[in-house]
């Protein structure tokens, strides 16, 4: 059974900072390409960050320069690291495990609220 727990959300204000967590189970860690989405309310889904099992990163371009994921393979965990947060960034924020192929699968985890507000 395919599991990815997500934690850190929370309240923070404007131009704080949060750790988001993902705790993966019941797949081949290490061979996932791992994502952080997020989704406010009223708008789609959209791709906030995601790093591939080889390391390499990918950023939407307003997050640039203030989010950071990485990944601990021995933890099977996946992070995202928020600063500078904005008001506008409030949504609930999604970890994603993917590959392709063939045998290819695409799981979501249930979600974290993040809220940005003074």
């Known amino acids: 059974q395919v599991q990815l727990v997500e934690s850190g959300g929370g309240l923070v204000q404007p131009g704080g900072s949060l750790r988001l967590s993902c705790a993966a189970s019941?797949?081949?860690?290490?061979?996932?390409?791992m994502g952080w989405y997020r989704q406010a309310p009223g708008k789609q889904r959209e791709l906030v960050a995601s790093?591939?099992?080889?390391?390499?990163?990918n950023y939407a371009d307003s997050v640039k320069g203030r989010f950071t994921i990485s990944r601990d393979n021995a933890k099977n965990t996946v992070y995202l690291q928020m600063n500078s947060l904005k008001p506008e960034e409030t949504a609930v924020y999604y970890c994603?495990?993917?590959?392709?192929?063939?045998?290819?699968?695409?799981?979501w985890g249930q979600g974290t609220q993040v809220t940005v507000s003074s």
């Open positions: 790093i591939t099992r080889g390391g390499s990163t």
């Open positions: 019941g797949i081949i860690f290490s061979a996932a390409n």
């Open positions: 994603n495990a993917r590959t392709y192929g063939t045998y290819g699968y695409n799981y």
